[in-house]
């Protein structure tokens, strides 16, 4: 097996002498489908860990996922790089005298994981494929601290198919550092290297691939520039809230009486993301000012609702009664003592629930033009839900029980 680089991944390899690049600590890798990225990476945390004694942790944020993807791309390269029988190949992990390369995933299953990740002690690279699906800047930020070698560099690599420019990884490295999408270069701390299928030897991509590449390119040019060439785009085909969809306000409307409500759905089975978003109600116009959104236990959870409480002197707070929601109910009726709280069971399925509320979260529902951190990631999390998605729906879950639950109690939404 020959092995052939693409010379965009030079800057990559480079690195792994710490004279070069010096200052750079986060590599950003993106590209469509077939443009060497994951081979590549392979290859490099194979030569750092053999060559330069690396250890590398090399993570999706699923874990069922790594021993059908990651690990076989591997471990084929320890055959092409004659490395068989000198490194020694387990399921877990790949080793090379006393350093190692470590597969896990962030999220075992759907339970968040970003605990014990940060606990890894040793390792100076952290390689995340399909970063895309990494929730928040904040899970990231987790693992990039944990990255604290003091006599090797410290790497943190994303590798990705772009989404949405509404997409975190798109606004903190992108358009807060003024870089544009599709370009190989640096920029401060940070590397960028984008590649496509045009960069990979065209004989090792299946001829049907390559003709429906051509055709999407003639019939679908956006879908084309997304899926195949690896372009950031504004919506995604199936998307249930595009950003351009939901209204933004900058100030709340004059002279009009509101009142503050809350609508909390805790983690399901203890797995999800605790979703609570605040709002005031004008008439039949929502504004969400505020929410909680995160992992955390219920225990953190009563303070954190006592909290938002207090500071937004919520009159009404509804809380979601499935699996612990009952108990948290209960909880909340005591510690916040003149709150009105109010259980409601959801019968059907999120995702049912989600679209049939949508045209009214569109319509009624407005959001600020400069959210707060935590109303940030729970915006981000509601324009990255698709039709097709089976994760990651708790905060426009939580939207959906809101409007519900004011069309049904309130009347709202009958013009």
Not at 73 to 95: F, P, S
Not at 208 to 221: G, H, T, W
Request: aromatic residues 12%.
């Amino acid at each position: 097996m020959n092995i052939d680089i693409s010379g965009k991944y030079k800057p990559l390899f480079a690195l792994c002498d710490p004279v070069n690049y010096p200052d750079v600590d986060t590599v950003i890798i993106t590209g469509g489908r077939y443009s060497l990225k994951s081979y590549t990476v392979s290859i490099f945390a194979l030569v750092s860990l053999f060559y330069y004694g690396w250890n590398v942790l090399y993570t999706r944020f699923t874990n069922m996922s790594i021993v059908d993807s990651i690990k076989p791309e591997l471990t084929d390269k320890i055959e092409a790089l004659r490395m068989t029988g000198i490194v020694t190949d387990t399921q877990n992990h790949i080793e090379y005298k006393s350093n190692r390369i470590a597969f896990k995933g962030i999220k075992t299953g759907s339970l968040m994981q970003t605990a014990n990740l940060k606990s890894l002690s040793g390792f100076n690279v952290f390689i995340n494929d399909e970063a895309e699906e990494l929730p928040d800047y904040k899970t990231f930020k987790k693992i990039f601290y944990s990255m604290r070698s003091l006599d090797k560099r410290n790497l943190t690599i994303l590798i990705l198919n772009p989404t949405t420019k509404e997409h975190w990884i798109y606004k903190e490295f992108f358009e807060k550092k003024g870089v544009k999408g599709g370009v190989n270069m640096v920029k401060d701390n940070v590397m960028y290297i984008h590649s496509s299928y045009l960069d990979a030897d065209q004989s090792l991509i299946p001829k049907n691939i390559l003709a429906d590449y051509n055709r999407l390119k003639v019939e679908s040019p956006t879908e084309y520039d997304n899926i195949v060439m690896g372009g950031w785009v504004m919506e995604l085909e199936g998307q249930v809230f595009p950003a351009s969809s939901l209204k933004r306000y900058k100030e709340f409307p004059e002279g009009m009486e509101y009142f503050t409500i809350a609508f909390a759905d805790t983690a399901d089975e203890g797995t999800d993301n605790f979703a609570m978003r605040v709002a005031r109600v004008y008439g039949n116009q929502v504004y969400v000012i505020d929410a909680i959104f995160d992992a955390e236990n219920l225990t953190i959870q009563e303070g954190q609702v006592q909290d938002k409480v207090k500071i937004h002197r919520i009159g009404n707070l509804v809380i979601e009664t499935n699996n612990a929601g009952a108990y948290f109910a209960r909880r909340i009726r005591e510690l916040c003592q003149g709150v009105e709280v109010f259980g409601q069971y959801a019968k059907s399925n999120k995702m049912a629930r989600i679209l049939s509320n949508s045209g009214l979260i569109k319509a009624y529902f407005y959001f600020p033009v400069n959210p707060n951190p935590v109303l940030q990631r729970f915006m981000d999390q509601v324009v990255s839900l698709l039709k097709t998605s089976k994760d990651q729906d708790d905060a426009p879950d939580s939207l959906s029980g809101l409007c519900a639950y004011l069309e049904k109690y309130h009347q709202m939404f009958r013009e």
